[in-house]
C-alpha cells in the first residue's frame, strides 16, 4: 500500500500520476497502520500543514519507508513523470549532482573524443558508401549542417548525412513526420539505421556534442514546446548527444505530444546519469541501428 501526503490542490495531479502504476494507494490518510510493506511518498512537502508533516514523521519513527514521490514514480516508471515537476525539485534535491561534477564533465569529454574516433574509424566505409549513394540519387550536397539548440541554450551547426530533397524547408520549418514525402529512399534507410547521424563525429570532437544526452533541437521548435511542457529547456543543462535515453525508449517523435514524452526520458537521464547508463544506452542503440528502429 503506498500512502501519499499531498497539498489538496494537488491531489488530481497525483492521482493522474499514480494511477499509471497498477498499485493500491490512499491520499492524505490520517491514520497510521503498522504494515511494514507500506510506503510513504510526500509530494509539495513544504506546502503541507504541520499536522501532516508530523504524521510523516511519525511514519519514519515507526520505520516506513518514506520518499519524495517523484523519485518513487522515476524508479517505478522509469521516466521523469513531468507534469509533477516544480521549482521546489530542483531547488531542494541533490539528484542533479552530476550537473556540477568537474569529474563527471571531464570523463564525458574524455570519452566524447574517444568515442569519435572509434566510430571515425570504424564506420569512415559505411560513411563513404553512403556519401556515394546520397550523390547517386539525387543533386545537392551529401551533408547539410543545421542550427540547433545545444548546452546552456547556445545555438550550434549539427551535420548530418542529407536525408531529404535539397527544397524540404523551402516553405519553412516543419516538423518531420513517419512516413515524410521528402525524404528521399537512400535519406529514408540512413534514417532508420541512424547513419545520418554519423556526421555529427564532427560535433563531438568540436566539444558541441556527447554520443549520449537529449536529441539537439531547433529555437523555432523549442519556442513553441516551452510553452506546453514544464522546464523543456532544463535539457539544455547537458550537452546534446548523438544518441540519447529518449532515442531509444522512444525512437519516434513528431508532435508535441512525442516531445512531451521524449522529455521524460531526457529528465530521466539527466537525473540518473552515469556511466553504466551510457553503456546501457549503446547496447540499445545498437538493437535500434540493427533492427531498424529509428525514426
Partial sequence: MLKIYTPKDSEQKVKDAIDKLDVKYLINDTKIMLCEDDVVLHYRSKLLDDDTKDMILEHIQYGYKVSPLIDYLD??????????????????RKSFGALSSKWRKTIKRVGALFNA??????????????????????S????????????????????????????????????????????????????????????????????EMNLIGP?????????DLEKEITYY????????????????????????????????????????????MDIKIIFMTVKVVLFGMGR
Avoid at 524508479?75 to 531542494?92: A, M, P
Fill in 75 to 92: 524508479k517505478s516508471l522509469g521516466y521523469n513523470e513531468i507534469t509533477l515537476l516544480n521549482s521546489d525539485y530542483f531547488l531542494h
Fill in 117 to 138: 574516433t572509434v566510430l571515425g574509424v570504424l564506420f569512415s566505409p559505411i560513411m563513404i558508401v553512403t556519401a556515394i549513394a546520397i550523390k547517386l540519387e539525387s
Fill in 140 to 207: 545537392g550536397p551529401v551533408f547539410y549542417r543545421q542550427k540547433r539548440v545545444g548546452q546552456f541554450n547556445r545555438e550550434f551547426y549539427v551535420y548530418k548525412f542529407r536525408s531529404m530533397s535539397t527544397d524540404a524547408e523551402k516553405y519553412g520549418a516543419v516538423w518531420a513526420s513517419k512516413n515524410d514525402a521528402r525524404v528521399t529512399r537512400v535519406g529514408n534507410f540512413i534514417r532508420k539505421t541512424r547513419i545520418d547521424e554519423l556526421p555529427q563525429i564532427i560535433n563531438m570532437i568540436k566539444g
Fill in 215 to 223: 536529441r539537439p533541437e531547433r529555437e523555432v521548435f523549442i519556442k
Fill in 233 to 276: 529547456r532544463f535539457r539544455h543543462s547537458v550537452k546534446p548527444g548523438v544518441t540519447g535515453y529518449a532515442q531509444v525508449k522512444y525512437p519516434y517523435g513528431a508532435s508535441v505530444e512525442d516531445a512531451k514524452w521524449k522529455h521524460r526520458y531526457d529528465m530521466y537521464y539527466i537525473k540518473y546519469q552515469s556511466l553504466w
